[in-house]
């Protein structure tokens, strides 16, 4: 039987199809890691009380990662937003100067009002100042 196979199948061939498969299998393995990881990344600066841009559209079911830069290298700021009475708010503090990734996962399509929490006692919050913004998720 073992002669068979190898009558059928010279050892050349498999050789050569085994090198001919192997770029596809890698090929294919990366395409589907391109497929899997349609991550958007959108980068939303924090900084004068001001979030920008203002307005970001997504689409619902696509990945996000909110990229939250602060740009004013001491003033810390936020990022608030609620979703849904369901889900707990989203509450992300920026210290002045850093970067943080934030992961939006599933947003139902909808208009979603999202701010900045900091305020200094006696002082008009961050909000008030202006810093607040519109996440607009349109259907998939
Ligand atoms: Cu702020």
Redesign the pocket.
């Known amino acids: 039987m073992k002669n068979l196979y190898c009558h059928i199948f010279p050892k050349a061939i498999i050789t050569r199809l085994l090198f001919t498969l192997l770029p596809v299998f890698i090929l294919s393995g990366n395409w589907l890691y391109a497929a899997e990881d349609d991550t958007r990344v959108v980068e939303i600066k924090?900084g004068g009380?001001r979030f920008i841009p203002q307005e970001i559209q997504l689409i619902s079911g696509q990945p996000t990662v909110l990229r939250l830069v602060n740009t004013d290298s001491v003033?810390p700021?936020?990022f608030t937003m609620k979703v849904s009475d369901a889900t707990p708010e989203i509450d992300v503090d920026v210290p002045g100067g850093e970067s943080i990734d934030v992961q939006l996962t599933s947003l139902p399509a909808g208009r979603y009002t999202f701010y900045?929490g900091?305020k200094l006692l006696f002082m008009k919050s961050?909000r008030e100042k202006g810093?607040e913004g519109t996440l607009i998720v349109t259907p998939e």
């Open positions: 924090l009380y003033t700021h936020n900045c900091n961050h810093m």
